[in-house]
């Protein structure tokens, strides 16, 4: 399973060309042409999915990162 994470607005995946296996790519799930197009909705969703991400390299590492 590539899918890491998910929510309404946000994908997360490993893709399929990743050197190592904690290589990440945050896909919107709605075409957007740069990072001010996104909605309030859309960018809290994205902190959500960012906090979820970091968590859990937080917990696979052993430690926090920034």
């Given at each position: ?25 945050v ?5 957007v ?27 696979l ?6």
């Amino acid at each position: 399973e590539r899918i890491i994470a998910k929510n309404e607005q946000w994908i997360v995946l490993v893709p399929f060309w990743a050197v190592w296996p904690f290589e990440t790519m945050v896909l919107p799930r709605r075409l957007v042409g740069a990072i001010t197009e996104l909605t309030e909705e859309e960018k809290d969703a994205w902190a959500a999915i960012l906090k979820n991400i970091t968590t859990r390299y937080d917990n696979l590492f052993n430690t926090s990162f920034p």
